[in-house]
């Protein structure tokens, strides 16, 4: 068999359906086993959003997404997608080309040792230098990239190693089940949590899992104990249940803040502290923790757990939930969710441009509770973070890890190719979905009918907001725009333009009902991000 006939082999042995990617001279040995082998491949315009695509289609499926690039400048491109899908704990295979091991006529052009750049972004990368090697590295791959907690792996196939003839076979792929909590581990949780006077449950990405939904949601009815959502872990426990605290917003003291101060006990769930650092709920060190997790945690100064619960994460909760009696009220806990409630629902005030609150709300009015959102990374991103109510798991896809600017559009393109069933929405704001426009071509050219929302301030408004906290100078973050619903039609897909006279909702309500691609601008007044997250938030009391 070819080398590269049985590098795709492995690929369908693994489950790939999808691979997102960019080709160039040193794989079109790849592009052509990949032709005839049945997996759907995307290309893109960009290999960052490949690296993207594949990131959300890990997380969105807890199967690994593969991206690939050509060598060199291809490589270096797939660098962002690769990190964010490291540090959101997304599984994800990236593959790029080399040149030739044995005979390289073209010396150094383009030559970058990729394998060493790779090296500390990712869990594991590997150069393939023997085509008798490809089953066992494509097999390990997956299964680091798939083990707790799942992450990038990046493999090289260099182009006279693709072409060559090989005897080696696809090799079997193993299923791994995960295994169940140590019952002692359990019963002093369970002891802990009973004699505290206000346990509170942190819910983070790593519980973003349908049967750790049922389970969760199941625990906290029968105990009465209340949780709080990280920005990743929006949706885990609906937001119409009476136990949900909603979510964390701002890296800072924020609504939430009047639940958590007053715990003496955090359960952590999935937790991971690169999302939701443990000194914004944890500053004074006066809080005993249980962490349950499928893997072990890593040290902090402020994450030290007295008991962890270790293995699957649904087998721990319905354990726990098993060993603690009856159901107990939590009055703190109670008012912080009444007063939080009100905070989403007051109604946003008229103004045009609007203003974030009113963007949020109109959004949530459209979406059903299983639709999906995805946000790239601004100042919005807090406000939907904090305000918008989540009822269903990974249905508002962030990155509150890397936080990179530009994955908004390529993620939802792929929630989109995902959910056909569902409306998709992509979030993004003025700069963020400049970084990666080019991908409107890709929606339009596979006919995968995302809806885009551009939330547009001409600048760059979350970095607008922190300057003018530390007192400096308005300086260096405006810019000019394109009509992007002219943008847009310049790419075959619709164009929208929020006016003075429009309802957001309506246009919204216009743009899905097209069926196809479309792009909505939108002006924002983010007049209200200093008045909010340090005036407001500065002086935040909790009165109960």
């Not at 990368?125 to 907690?149: C, L, Q, Y």
């Not at 270790?310 to 703190?332: M, Q, T, V, Y």
Request: some cysteine; overall charge negative.
């Amino acid at each position: 068999m070819k080398a590269s006939d049985l590098f795709v082999a492995q690929l369908k042995e693994e489950g790939v359906e999808y691979i997102f990617g960019l080709p160039g001279e040193e794989n079109l040995d790849l592009l052509e086993s990949l032709r005839t082998s049945g997996i759907k491949l995307i290309i893109t315009r960009h290999e960052q959003a490949a690296a993207f695509m594949a990131a959300t289609y890990g997380r969105l499926t807890g199967k690994p997404g593969v991206c690939f690039s050509t060598l060199g400048p291809g490589a270096t491109n797939l660098v962002t997608g690769i990190a964010q899908a490291q540090l959101i704990g997304a599984p994800l295979i990236s593959i790029s080309g080399q040149k030739a091991l044995a005979d390289n006529w073209q010396a150094r052009f383009q030559l970058v040792n990729v394998i060493r750049m790779m090296e500390p972004l990712c869990k594991h990368a590997v150069s393939v230098t023997d085509p008798g090697m490809i089953p066992t590295v494509i097999r390990n791959a997956f299964k680091h990239a798939e083990a707790e907690r799942p992450g990038a792996v990046h493999i090289e196939l260099p182009e006279d190693v693709a072409e060559e003839e090989t005897e080696a076979m696809v090799q079997k792929r193993s299923e791994i089940k995960i295994p169940y909590p140590d019952s002692g581990a359990v019963e002093k949780a369970a002891s802990m949590i009973c004699e505290a006077k206000n346990p509170l449950i942190i819910v983070s990405s790593g519980a973003n899992r349908k049967a750790i939904t049922r389970e969760l949601e199941d625990f906290v009815r029968k105990t009465g104990i209340y949780l709080v959502h990280t920005q990743m872990g929006k949706g885990v426990v609906p937001d119409d249940c009476a136990y949900s605290l909603f979510a964390t917003g701002i890296h800072a003291r924020d609504y939430v803040n009047c639940g958590i101060d007053g715990a003496d006990i955090i359960i952590t769930i999935g937790y991971d502290v690169v999302e939701y650092p443990p000194y914004l709920w944890n500053m004074a060190l006066d809080k005993q923790i249980i962490n349950i997790d499928f893997v072990e945690s890593v040290p902090d100064r402020y994450f030290n757990p007295t008991v962890e619960i270790i293995g699957d994460i649904a087998s721990s909760i319905r354990g726990l939930a098993a060993c603690i009696p009856g159901k107990r009220e939590f009055p703190n806990f109670e008012n912080t969710r009444r007063f939080i409630e009100e905070k989403i629902n007051t109604v946003a005030r008229k103004s045009y441009p609007p203003l974030p609150h009113a963007v949020v709300q109109n959004v949530r009015k459209v979406l059903g509770r299983e639709d999906i959102i995805t946000l790239d990374n601004g100042i919005y991103k807090l406000w939907f973070a904090r305000l918008y109510k989540a009822y269903a798991p990974n249905t508002v896809l962030l990155d509150n890890a890397l936080a990179t600017m530009g994955a908004g559009l390529p993620s939802g393109i792929v929630a989109k190719l995902l959910h056909p069933e569902r409306r998709v929405l992509a979030i993004c704001g003025d700069g963020g979905f400049m970084m990666n426009c080019q991908e409107l071509e890709t929606a339009v050219r596979y006919d995968i009918p995302v809806v885009i929302l551009i939330l547009n301030d001409n600048g760059f408004g979350f970095i607008k907001w922190k300057q003018k906290k530390m007192r400096f100078e308005d300086f260096g973050l405006d810019y000019g725009n394109p009509d992007f619903s002219r943008f847009a039609e310049s790419f075959g897909a619709a164009g929208f333009r929020v006016r003075e006279d429009d309802d957001l909702a309506e246009v919204l309500e216009m743009a899905f009902d097209l069926k196809r691609v479309a792009v909505i601008e939108c002006p924002v007044d983010y007049s209200v991000n200093y008045e909010t997250f340090s005036v407001e938030l500065g002086k935040l009391a909790c009165k109960f």
